[in-house]
């Protein structure tokens, strides 16, 4: 039986800078087919993540540039995180908490993972809905 983030998680995820431009890290996304990109920030420590939600609200719906616009203007931060080691219950209680549906994995001030809403369905109950749309291939 799975009980930590480390067994389900995705690993080294990608990653983009915070002085990097949004059409850069948007560009890494579709490349990695992704819809979170973690942002590091001096000497590669996670400060936040970027979200397609947060290039669509924050870039496209208010006409920013995103060949000029900084990841660091738009991605969402304060962000929490887990180690490897966190029980896969803590990590859904957290998530639940603050209303996320992702968590970086963070080992030693370095991003080892990224654990998802979607990641947890397919482990704890692949019968569900969630389960099983979050195993399925991504629309290209």
Do not use: F, Y
């Amino acid at each position: 039986m799975v009980t930590t983030v480390a067994e389900i998680m995705t690993r080294d995820p990608a990653t983009v800078r915070a002085e990097d431009t949004v059409d850069k890290a948007a560009r890494l996304m579709r490349e990695i087919d992704a819809g979170v990109i973690v942002v590091t920030e001096n000497g590669g420590g996670a400060a936040a993540v970027l979200t397609d939600r947060d290039i669509t609200v924050r870039v496209v719906a208010e006409d920013r540039d995103p060949h000029t616009t900084l990841v660091r203007e738009v991605a969402s931060g304060d962000i929490e995180t887990v180690t490897s080691d966190t029980l896969i219950d803590d990590a859904a209680e957290l998530m639940r908490l603050r209303a996320v549906r992702r968590l970086p994995v963070v080992d030693e001030n370095r991003i080892v993972g990224v654990v998802s809403l979607g990641d947890l369905a397919r482990e704890g109950d692949n019968e569900s809905v969630l389960g099983q749309v979050s195993s399925m291939p991504a629309n290209q």
